[in-house]
Protein backbone atom coordinates (compact mmCIF):
# COMPACT_ATOMS: atom_id res chain seq x y z
CA UNK A 1 0.00 0.00 0.00
CA UNK A 2 1.08 3.29 -1.01
CA UNK A 3 1.68 6.21 1.67
CA UNK A 4 1.16 9.51 1.46
CA UNK A 5 3.46 12.03 1.52
CA UNK A 6 5.36 12.50 5.03
CA UNK A 7 3.73 14.75 7.60
CA UNK A 8 6.91 17.66 7.05
CA UNK A 9 5.39 18.61 3.61
CA UNK A 10 2.76 21.50 3.95
CA UNK A 11 -0.65 19.91 3.81
CA UNK A 12 -4.09 21.23 3.13
CA UNK A 13 -4.83 20.91 6.78
CA UNK A 14 -2.13 23.24 7.78
CA UNK A 15 -3.38 26.33 9.23
CA UNK A 16 -2.93 29.68 10.54
CA UNK A 17 -5.03 32.45 12.37
CA UNK A 18 -6.85 34.84 9.92
CA UNK A 19 -8.38 37.80 12.40
CA UNK A 20 -11.17 35.49 14.40
CA UNK A 21 -11.58 33.01 11.56
CA UNK A 22 -9.09 29.62 9.66
CA UNK A 23 -7.91 29.04 6.53
CA UNK A 24 -5.73 26.97 4.74
CA UNK A 25 -2.33 27.13 3.76
CA UNK A 26 -3.81 24.78 0.63
CA UNK A 27 -6.84 23.37 -1.13
CA UNK A 28 -9.10 21.27 -3.40
CA UNK A 29 -11.39 21.98 -6.08
CA UNK A 30 -15.72 20.76 -6.78
CA UNK A 31 -15.37 21.10 -10.35
CA UNK A 32 -18.56 23.36 -11.72
CA UNK A 33 -19.77 23.99 -15.39
CA UNK A 34 -19.42 27.91 -15.21
CA UNK A 35 -17.27 30.07 -17.76
CA UNK A 36 -15.12 32.52 -17.14
CA UNK A 37 -13.01 35.16 -18.89
CA UNK A 38 -10.02 33.53 -21.17
CA UNK A 39 -6.54 33.48 -20.77
CA UNK A 40 -3.85 31.90 -23.50
CA UNK A 41 -1.78 29.23 -22.38
CA UNK A 42 1.22 27.96 -24.13
CA UNK A 43 1.81 24.16 -25.48
CA UNK A 44 3.30 21.92 -23.42
CA UNK A 45 5.13 18.65 -25.19
CA UNK A 46 6.88 17.36 -22.37
CA UNK A 47 5.91 14.61 -19.74
CA UNK A 48 4.06 16.89 -16.84
CA UNK A 49 4.74 13.67 -14.31
CA UNK A 50 7.81 14.32 -12.21
CA UNK A 51 10.60 11.46 -12.42
CA UNK A 52 10.86 9.77 -9.35
CA UNK A 53 14.00 8.05 -7.78
CA UNK A 54 15.15 7.20 -4.28
CA UNK A 55 16.80 11.07 -4.18
CA UNK A 56 13.48 12.71 -5.48
CA UNK A 57 11.88 15.04 -3.10
CA UNK A 58 8.34 14.22 -2.02
CA UNK A 59 5.38 16.16 -4.38
CA UNK A 60 4.01 19.47 -2.82
CA UNK A 61 0.00 18.92 -2.40
CA UNK A 62 -1.20 18.59 -5.94
CA UNK A 63 -3.38 22.04 -5.03
CA UNK A 64 -0.67 24.15 -3.57
CA UNK A 65 -1.24 27.43 -2.75
CA UNK A 66 0.43 30.64 -4.65
CA UNK A 67 3.49 31.28 -2.74
CA UNK A 68 3.21 35.19 -4.09
CA UNK A 69 1.50 37.98 -3.15
CA UNK A 70 -2.10 38.26 -3.97
CA UNK A 71 -2.95 40.37 -7.03
CA UNK A 72 -4.17 43.75 -7.62
CA UNK A 73 -7.53 44.02 -6.57
CA UNK A 74 -8.04 40.80 -4.60
CA UNK A 75 -8.52 42.72 -1.80
CA UNK A 76 -12.57 43.11 -2.74
CA UNK A 77 -13.30 39.48 -3.27
CA UNK A 78 -15.15 39.26 -0.21
CA UNK A 79 -17.98 35.85 1.03
CA UNK A 80 -20.48 36.08 3.80
CA UNK A 81 -22.23 33.05 5.44
CA UNK A 82 -25.63 33.57 4.59
CA UNK A 83 -27.30 30.59 6.35
CA UNK A 84 -27.15 28.61 8.86
CA UNK A 85 -26.56 31.23 11.88
CA UNK A 86 -23.39 30.78 14.43
CA UNK A 87 -24.31 28.63 17.27
CA UNK A 88 -26.85 26.39 15.69
CA UNK A 89 -27.55 22.94 16.40
CA UNK A 90 -27.11 20.17 13.74
CA UNK A 91 -28.88 17.34 14.29
CA UNK A 92 -28.67 15.43 10.86
CA UNK A 93 -25.15 14.71 9.24
CA UNK A 94 -24.19 17.28 6.87
CA UNK A 95 -24.18 20.90 6.86
CA UNK A 96 -25.52 22.76 4.68
CA UNK A 97 -23.94 26.41 4.12
CA UNK A 98 -25.39 29.24 1.92
CA UNK A 99 -22.69 31.28 0.88
CA UNK A 100 -22.63 34.96 -1.08
CA UNK A 101 -20.07 36.34 -3.02
CA UNK A 102 -19.12 39.98 -4.22
CA UNK A 103 -15.91 41.54 -5.51
CA UNK A 104 -15.28 39.22 -8.15
CA UNK A 105 -17.17 36.22 -10.39
CA UNK A 106 -17.67 32.67 -8.83
CA UNK A 107 -16.70 30.10 -10.95
CA UNK A 108 -14.77 26.42 -11.28
CA UNK A 109 -14.02 27.10 -14.89
CA UNK A 110 -10.84 28.57 -14.74
CA UNK A 111 -9.72 26.87 -11.60
CA UNK A 112 -6.21 25.67 -11.81
CA UNK A 113 -5.16 27.79 -14.95
CA UNK A 114 -3.20 30.55 -15.40
CA UNK A 115 -5.45 34.22 -15.41
CA UNK A 116 -2.63 36.91 -15.44
CA UNK A 117 -3.22 40.81 -15.48
CA UNK A 118 -6.00 42.66 -14.14
CA UNK A 119 -8.56 39.48 -14.52
CA UNK A 120 -6.65 37.57 -12.44
CA UNK A 121 -8.84 39.07 -9.41
CA UNK A 122 -12.13 39.21 -11.50
CA UNK A 123 -12.92 35.37 -11.22
CA UNK A 124 -12.52 32.70 -8.45
CA UNK A 125 -14.22 30.24 -6.32
CA UNK A 126 -14.68 29.89 -2.33
CA UNK A 127 -12.98 27.36 -0.41
CA UNK A 128 -14.93 25.88 2.93
CA UNK A 129 -12.75 24.97 5.89
CA UNK A 130 -14.01 22.29 8.82
CA UNK A 131 -12.16 23.11 12.18
CA UNK A 132 -9.07 24.37 9.92
CA UNK A 133 -9.05 21.60 7.74
CA UNK A 134 -10.02 21.97 3.94
CA UNK A 135 -13.16 20.18 2.74
CA UNK A 136 -13.79 21.62 -0.64
CA UNK A 137 -14.10 24.27 -3.62
CA UNK A 138 -17.39 25.83 -4.63
CA UNK A 139 -18.65 27.83 -6.82
CA UNK A 140 -22.38 27.19 -6.29
CA UNK A 141 -24.08 29.14 -3.95
CA UNK A 142 -24.97 26.26 -1.78
CA UNK A 143 -22.19 24.51 -0.18
CA UNK A 144 -22.48 20.81 1.53
CA UNK A 145 -20.30 19.22 4.21
CA UNK A 146 -20.61 16.15 5.48
CA UNK A 147 -20.34 15.02 9.02
CA UNK A 148 -18.84 11.58 8.49
CA UNK A 149 -15.88 10.63 11.42
CA UNK A 150 -17.42 14.10 13.04
CA UNK A 151 -17.19 13.80 16.66
CA UNK A 152 -20.10 15.44 18.13
CA UNK A 153 -19.78 18.87 19.92
CA UNK A 154 -18.61 22.46 18.47
CA UNK A 155 -16.98 22.73 15.59
CA UNK A 156 -15.98 25.64 12.93
CA UNK A 157 -16.50 26.26 9.35
CA UNK A 158 -14.89 28.73 7.57
CA UNK A 159 -15.79 30.23 4.30
CA UNK A 160 -12.57 32.15 2.36
CA UNK A 161 -12.82 33.76 -1.35
CA UNK A 162 -10.13 31.98 -3.21
CA UNK A 163 -8.51 32.77 -6.57
CA UNK A 164 -8.15 30.66 -9.52
CA UNK A 165 -5.00 29.80 -9.17
CA UNK A 166 -5.88 28.90 -5.30
CA UNK A 167 -4.73 31.32 -3.45
CA UNK A 168 -6.28 32.38 -0.68
CA UNK A 169 -7.61 36.03 0.60
CA UNK A 170 -7.37 35.12 3.76
CA UNK A 171 -8.36 38.60 5.28
CA UNK A 172 -11.49 38.29 4.56
CA UNK A 173 -12.50 35.00 5.60
CA UNK A 174 -16.00 34.43 7.61
CA UNK A 175 -16.50 31.59 10.11
CA UNK A 176 -19.52 30.23 12.37
CA UNK A 177 -19.36 27.93 15.26
CA UNK A 178 -22.12 25.37 14.87
CA UNK A 179 -22.57 22.18 17.76
CA UNK A 180 -22.82 18.64 15.96
CA UNK A 181 -25.76 16.67 18.27
CA UNK A 182 -26.68 13.81 15.48
CA UNK A 183 -30.01 12.26 16.50
CA UNK A 184 -28.51 9.24 14.59
CA UNK A 185 -25.32 9.29 14.23
CA UNK A 186 -23.44 8.05 10.95
CA UNK A 187 -21.38 4.26 12.06
CA UNK A 188 -17.38 5.60 11.70
CA UNK A 189 -15.55 4.44 8.43
CA UNK A 190 -12.23 2.75 9.35
CA UNK A 191 -9.07 2.13 7.46
CA UNK A 192 -8.44 -0.69 5.89
CA UNK A 193 -4.91 -2.62 4.39
CA UNK A 194 -5.60 -3.39 0.10
CA UNK A 195 -5.23 -6.94 -1.00
CA UNK A 196 -3.18 -5.01 -3.76
CA UNK A 197 -1.61 -2.23 -5.45
CA UNK A 198 -3.77 1.15 -5.88
CA UNK A 199 -3.97 2.18 -9.48
CA UNK A 200 -5.24 4.81 -11.35
CA UNK A 201 -5.78 4.92 -15.51
CA UNK A 202 -7.48 7.98 -17.34
CA UNK A 203 -10.06 6.22 -19.50
CA UNK A 204 -11.09 9.16 -21.37
CA UNK A 205 -10.67 11.35 -22.94
CA UNK A 206 -8.03 9.01 -25.14
CA UNK A 207 -4.58 10.39 -26.61
CA UNK A 208 -4.59 12.83 -28.94
CA UNK A 209 -8.60 13.89 -28.53
CA UNK A 210 -10.12 16.66 -29.09
CA UNK A 211 -11.64 19.19 -26.55
CA UNK A 212 -13.73 21.95 -25.82
CA UNK A 213 -16.20 23.46 -23.93
CA UNK A 214 -17.34 21.45 -20.69
CA UNK A 215 -16.28 17.71 -21.29
CA UNK A 216 -16.23 14.67 -18.80
CA UNK A 217 -12.76 12.89 -17.47
CA UNK A 218 -13.18 9.36 -16.85
CA UNK A 219 -11.00 7.11 -14.68
CA UNK A 220 -10.65 3.77 -13.46
CA UNK A 221 -9.60 3.22 -9.97
CA UNK A 222 -8.45 0.24 -8.85
CA UNK A 223 -7.54 -0.90 -4.57
CA UNK A 224 -8.42 2.03 -3.35
CA UNK A 225 -11.90 3.35 -1.82
CA UNK A 226 -13.23 6.86 -2.68
CA UNK A 227 -15.28 9.00 -0.68
CA UNK A 228 -16.44 12.33 -0.76
CA UNK A 229 -17.65 12.20 2.81
CA UNK A 230 -13.85 12.07 4.15
CA UNK A 231 -12.85 15.23 2.02
CA UNK A 232 -10.91 16.78 4.50
CA UNK A 233 -10.94 13.77 7.32
CA UNK A 234 -8.15 12.37 9.06
CA UNK A 235 -6.42 10.18 7.10
CA UNK A 236 -7.14 6.30 7.15
CA UNK A 237 -5.53 3.34 5.02
CA UNK A 238 -7.02 2.60 1.86
CA UNK A 239 -9.47 5.76 1.88
CA UNK A 240 -9.10 9.17 -0.54
CA UNK A 241 -9.74 10.00 -4.00
CA UNK A 242 -8.61 11.63 -6.91
CA UNK A 243 -7.17 14.68 -8.44
CA UNK A 244 -7.29 16.04 -11.64
CA UNK A 245 -4.44 18.42 -12.41
CA UNK A 246 -3.60 20.32 -15.73
CA UNK A 247 0.09 20.21 -16.97
CA UNK A 248 1.75 19.56 -13.60
CA UNK A 249 1.61 16.90 -11.19
CA UNK A 250 2.29 19.10 -8.11
CA UNK A 251 -0.39 22.32 -9.46
CA UNK A 252 -2.95 23.34 -11.80
CA UNK A 253 -5.77 21.34 -9.58
CA UNK A 254 -8.52 21.50 -11.80
CA UNK A 255 -10.77 19.53 -9.70
CA UNK A 256 -11.64 16.51 -7.69
CA UNK A 257 -13.64 13.41 -7.12
CA UNK A 258 -15.03 10.48 -5.33
CA UNK A 259 -16.46 8.61 -8.32
CA UNK A 260 -15.19 7.61 -11.53
CA UNK A 261 -16.07 11.19 -13.54
CA UNK A 262 -15.46 14.80 -13.63
CA UNK A 263 -16.59 17.70 -15.70
CA UNK A 264 -13.90 20.25 -16.67
CA UNK A 265 -13.93 23.48 -18.84
CA UNK A 266 -11.24 24.28 -21.68
CA UNK A 267 -12.29 27.61 -20.51
CA UNK A 268 -9.17 29.99 -20.32
CA UNK A 269 -6.95 27.71 -22.57
CA UNK A 270 -6.07 28.59 -25.84
CA UNK A 271 -7.75 26.75 -29.00
CA UNK A 272 -5.59 24.43 -30.95
CA UNK A 273 -2.94 24.18 -27.73
CA UNK A 274 -1.75 21.26 -26.44
CA UNK A 275 -2.16 20.38 -22.26
CA UNK A 276 -1.49 17.20 -20.20
CA UNK A 277 -4.37 16.25 -18.33
CA UNK A 278 -2.94 14.41 -15.34
CA UNK A 279 -4.90 12.12 -12.73
CA UNK A 280 -3.68 10.68 -9.28
CA UNK A 281 -5.04 9.48 -6.33
CA UNK A 282 -4.67 11.53 -3.00
CA UNK A 283 -5.43 11.27 0.35
CA UNK A 284 -8.06 12.23 2.57
CA UNK A 285 -6.18 15.49 3.63
CA UNK A 286 -5.91 16.13 -0.28
CA UNK A 287 -2.36 15.06 -0.37
CA UNK A 288 -1.01 13.18 -3.37
CA UNK A 289 -0.13 9.28 -2.38
CA UNK A 290 3.95 8.70 -2.37
CA UNK A 291 5.35 6.78 -4.61
CA UNK A 292 3.14 9.05 -7.05
CA UNK A 293 0.59 6.93 -8.16
CA UNK A 294 -1.10 9.19 -11.30
CA UNK A 295 -2.28 9.10 -14.87
CA UNK A 296 -1.68 11.21 -17.53
CA UNK A 297 -3.02 11.74 -21.17
CA UNK A 298 -2.31 15.05 -23.98
CA UNK A 299 -5.25 16.73 -25.45
CA UNK A 300 -5.88 19.19 -27.97
CA UNK A 301 -8.49 22.33 -27.48
CA UNK A 302 -10.73 22.60 -29.65
CA UNK A 303 -12.58 25.98 -30.38
Not at 149 to 171: E, F, I, W
Request: glycine share 10%; hydrophobic share 45%.
Amino acid sequence: MSKSASPGWPRPGSVFRVGTGVAALALAAAACGSSGPPSAAASHTKSAMPEMSSSTAMASPSMSMSAGALPMGAEHMHVAIVSPAAGVKVTGNSVTLQVSVTGYTDTCALAGKQVMGMEAATTGHYHVLLDGSLINMFCTPAAVVSLQNVKPGKHTLTVVPALDDHGQVDANARSIIFDYAPAKPLPALAGMMGMGKPSITIVSPTPGATVSGNFPVRVQVKNYDLSCALFGKPNMDGWGHWHLNLDSATGGMMGMSCTDTIQVSAAGLKPGSTHTLIALLVDNMHVPLMPMIASEVKVRIGK
